[in-house]
């Protein structure tokens, strides 16, 4: 987009019939209202819930001209009155969840929330609350930053605002996309032990790589949560970070410890049958729904990630005009870590 220019480039989530819906089209350049900041998008990231969206089935459908995606990382190029947390130039990441700054949850949250019930960042700009802005260290390049909103937050969120992480307790996280990888590192540099689960041999290998302590093929086996307590003799894991959802919660129940906590955050695997719940009272089990986190959460988050040095894993990264290239890939479940689309 050249100086002065009116117009920018935007994605839409068209029909919501599937991904192949997602549409580039032209629209107005967004205009900072009071309490506002328009943000020129760097580079954005994707997650599960951006291909739910694009099937109708996050929230139900959205207007078919709705900007899709949250995560995103860009400089602030405009401000509206009564701004005072950000200036212009600034490197920002946003909370996709706007309004919830700190706290408990409130379901009134999801509005708005970037990218589901308010437009995303998708597009070459994009116009956000300030309030909802975090800044990106000096040392971390917008591509990386790009990854943490929804990652970090949910991250975060499980092990430490919920799970009270300490050194030396035992995390399991299910699965290597975006928010299973960030839990990974995340802990290991808050000197916990790592359990995680994949169905690749060669994506366990890489988690063994960034630290990983206990990696379990669970293809190959069935009843994985055994050999979670095997390896951690009979005990369990402190902390879960449940991605998957319903269809492996009775084994991420059966292999935590006493007074352990289990973070519900995916809704990838549905349940053939009720989840046996008995082991939480049996051992004192905590279980709590994660909803990403908070704008405080995230900046704890990132202030964490930056004084650990952790480097996101970025699996691949596609130009703008391939943000479909994106989607489909991580459609395929290839990738390990997050999926990145890079605007300028």
């Known amino acids: 987009m050249t100086k002065g220019q009116e117009t920018m480039k935007a994605y839409e989530i068209g029909d919501q019939e599937n991904i192949e819906s997602l549409r580039l089209v032209d629209r107005d ?8 900041a328009v943000i020129k998008v760097h580079f954005s990231a994707l997650n599960h819930r951006d291909l739910m969206i694009m099937e109708g089935r996050y929230g139900g459908p959205k207007p078919s001209n709705r900007i899709p995606v949250c995560d995103g990382a860009g400089e602030v190029i405009a401000i509206g009155e009564n701004v005072t947390n ?18 408990p949850w409130n379901p009134e949250y999801f509005l708005p929330d970037l990218g589901n019930t308010a437009d995303g960042v998708l597009a070459e700009r994009t116009v956000v609350s300030a309030d ?5 260290p000096e040392s971390m ?11 970090a937050n949910t991250s975060w969120h499980a092990l430490e605002t919920l799970g009270q992480m300490k050194a030396g307790d035992t995390v399991l996280t299910l699965g290597t996309g975006g928010v299973s990888v960030m839990a990974l590192q995340l802990a290991k540099a808050g000197g916990a032990r790592v359990a995680i689960t994949s169905s690749s041999n060669d994506k366990l290998a890489k988690m063994r790589d960034l ?28 902390i879960v970070v449940e ?9 991420s129940i059966a292999c935590t410890a006493p007074n352990g906590s289990i973070g519900m955050i995916g809704g990838l695997a549905q349940a053939t049958e009720p989840p046996n719940l008995f082991g939480l009272l049996m051992n004192n089990i905590s279980l709590k729904g994660i909803t990403s986190g908070s704008r405080r959460m995230l900046e704890d988050a990132l202030a964490a990630i930056h004084t650990n040095k952790v480097q996101p894993v970025v699996d691949r990264v596609f130009p703008f005009d ?3 290239d994106a989607y489909r890939y991580l459609e395929s479940g290839a990738h390990v870590g997050k999926v990145v689309i890079q605007h300028s």
Not at 29 to 36: D, K, Y
Not at 86 to 97: A, N, P, S, Y
Not at 132 to 136: E, G, H, Q, R
Not at 141 to 151: E, G, H, I, R
Request: aromatic share 6%; hydrophobic share 40%; net charge positive.
């Open 86 to 103: 950000t200036k212009l130039g600034d490197r920002v990441i946003m909370c996709h969840f706007t309004r919830w700054i700190s706290g």
């Open 132 to 136: 909802c802005l975090v800044n990106i």
């Open 29 to 36: 350049n967004p205009i900072a209202g009071p309490g506002q």
């Open 141 to 151: 390049s917008y591509k990386d930053a790009s990854t943490l909103p929804v990652a």
């Open 243 to 251: 991605t998957v959802g319903l269809g492996t919660l009775s084994k």
């Open 322 to 324: 391939k943000a479909l």
């Open 211 to 238: 630290g990983a302590d206990i990696t379990v093929n669970y293809r190959l086996n069935k009843d994985w949560e055994k050999v979670v307590l095997e390896k951690t003799a009979g005990r369990g894991v402190d």
